[in-house]
């Protein structure tokens, strides 16, 4: 396998953050070998989380079922769902603890919820190890797209949700990302 390479073209999204793009294989065909972009040492990698996604979820969505929303206005989710509120979003919380959050009534699961309420994006605050249930709810529902906060990062769940057609958005957050829309 000496001499084959596999290019990767990146977008800087923040000075931290390096998001793949566009992925192309290259290959030695003089030796008969072909490779595809990502087989590598990172193996197969969702793309996700582009400028593009974030805006289009942001400008394009109104209704938001956010899983893992708490009625504590002390937690993120609370605060992230009122802001969410404040900008003109319908947001659907659901929790399995909770009856009424932010005067919308409560859902236990996403499937409990009815598909005339028209949720389009599903945000998930829940761990990490407990998200791709929730991406798999998400696309059973025929969202359009899922939100995964800050520290909330699965890359399989991430890709199963491109596959089904999902626009998806992994370790960020809302707060962070509409300020940027205006500026």
């Known amino acids: 396998m000496a001499g084959a390479t596999a290019v990767m073209e990146i977008q800087r999204y923040e000075a931290e953050t390096v998001i793949p793009v566009e992925m192309s294989s290259r290959s030695d ?9 990502g087989d590598g040492i990172l193996g197969r990698m969702a793309v996700h989380s582009s ?6 979820v942001l400008t394009e969505t109104r209704t938001w079922a956010v899983v893992g929303c708490s009625p504590d206005p002390r937690r993120d989710s609370h605060r992230i769902s009122h802001l969410l509120q404040s900008r003109g979003f319908r947001v659907i919380p659901v929790n399995p603890n909770a009856d009424e959050v932010l005067g919308e009534r409560c859902y236990a699961s996403l499937a409990d919820i009815p598909a005339s309420e028209g949720v389009e994006v599903v945000d998930i605050f829940r761990r990490a ?55």
């Open 129 to 183: 190890d407990h998200a791709g249930v929730h991406v798999d709810e998400a696309i059973a529902a025929g969202a359009r797209a899922v939100w995964m906060q800050l520290g909330v990062i699965d890359e399989a769940a991430a890709q199963r949700a491109l596959d089904a057609g999902l626009l998806v958005v992994m370790n960020r957050c809302p707060a962070i990302e509409l300020p940027r829309l205006v500026a």
């Open 51 to 56: 400028s593009e996604a974030i805006k289009q």
């Open 29 to 37: 065909r003089s030796r008969g070998e072909t490779h595809r972009a």
